[in-house]
């Protein structure tokens, strides 16, 4: 047990629970793709600063997808380069940025990103909303993205979205994901996340599948955790995760977040409270509480409503 310091809670360790986490932070991606209005270039260079500052190591920086399906992260082309340098072998934090195909990485790649993410899905009905593909056409497409990838020596993560729930068909069959997990490992991607894009997943749940995944022989350290947080089972969904092994969590500064092709969907986990947790568990994240909550505060001011984090809103309360 460990003093608490004014802001933290007290760390008493569990057993069975990894030393350490490494949190993947998605608020400038999948938070900011879901505000209506579109956030200033400049701004989303500053959060994504003001976010290595607090000291998280992996930041996916934005989406080189077709502007017209996601205008809010239009500027892509301008705004990676603001933050480029911190994802340089002498910078800070890892830049990841979404690609759905060949034209989405030659336009990474030629500004430099060297981290990667394609986004399958479990189901045909968000494969067809999402990516206009069925699930196979989207892996196809995939595919070609993959190699040229490492090829270059680029890290690849692959998102699978709608592993728990989806909106139009409802529950989601283990091993229907497993089989779309499967496939995105054999392309070749050295992560993958495991997207509850609706927020319907609850904790028995994500232990069936990361169990179902081992069985398929996808190790466990090769995946991570994305948890929306609709139903407040984010945490628990994690806890369960880490239970299991998992040490790579998803999470987004201040609970921004959803997906506009998923009405269904609202914000991430908030990395506040993963963070909350995961220092009162006694892991270490490397991230200061402090800095990212100041962090999420000032973005929830820029885009004029309070932060839906309950830590946020628990640390910055003024009397
Ligand atoms: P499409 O309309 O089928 O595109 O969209 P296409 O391949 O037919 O091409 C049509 C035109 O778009 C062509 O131009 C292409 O060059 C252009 P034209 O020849 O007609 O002048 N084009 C592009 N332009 C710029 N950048 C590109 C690009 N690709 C094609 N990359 C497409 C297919 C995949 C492009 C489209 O569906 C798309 O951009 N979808 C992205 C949707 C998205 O970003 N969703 C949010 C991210 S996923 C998510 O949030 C879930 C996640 O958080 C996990 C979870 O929570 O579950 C990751
Ligand atoms: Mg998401």
Request: hydrophobic residues 45%.
């Amino acid at each position: 047990m460990t003093t608490p310091e004014l802001g933290l809670p007290m760390a008493v360790p569990a057993e069975g629970l990894p030393a350490r986490v490494r949190i993947h932070e998605v608020g400038a991606r999948d938070g900011l793709q879901n505000e209506k209005a579109t956030v200033p270039t400049e701004m989303k260079a500053e959060f994504i600063h003001r976010l290595a500052a607090a000291g998280l190591t992996t930041i996916e920086a934005t989406s080189f997808v077709h502007p017209k399906w996601v205008p809010q992260l239009a500027d892509a082309e301008q705004l990676f380069p603001l933050v480029r340098e911190l994802g340089a072998p002498d910078g800070t934090a890892a830049l990841p940025v979404l690609v759905p195909n060949e034209r989405g990485l030659d336009r990474a790649l030629s500004l430099g990103a060297s981290r990667i993410a394609v986004f399958a899905s479990a189901t045909e009905s968000f494969a067809k909303a999402n990516l206009n593909r069925t699930v196979d056409e989207a892996l196809a497409m995939f595919e070609p993205v993959v190699a040229r990838a490492k090829a270059q020596d680029a890290h690849v993560r692959g998102y699978l979205s709608m592993c728990f729930g989806d909106p139009w068909e409802g529950p989601v069959p283990v091993q229907q994901v497993v089989r779309v997990c499967r496939a995105l490992r054999d392309m070749g991607c050295d992560e993958l996340s495991l997207g509850d894009t609706i927020g319907v997943a609850t904790p028995g749940h994500v232990t069936a599948l990361l169990t179902a995944l081992n069985e398929e022989n996808i190790p466990t350290p090769s995946l991570a955790v994305h948890f929306h947080d609709t139903y407040g089972q984010a945490l628990a969904n994690t806890l369960a995760a880490l239970q299991h092994g998992v040490t790579t969590v998803d999470a987004s500064a201040g609970g921004l977040g959803g997906c506009p092709y998923a009405k269904s969907a609202t914000g991430n986990l908030a990395t506040e409270d993963l963070v909350w947790m995961l220092t009162g568990l006694g892991i270490d994240t490397g991230v200061d509480l402090g800095l990212l909550t100041a962090t999420s505060v000032w973005m929830a001011e820029q885009l004029g409503r309070p932060s839906p984090s309950r830590t946020v809103r628990a640390l910055s309360h003024k009397e």
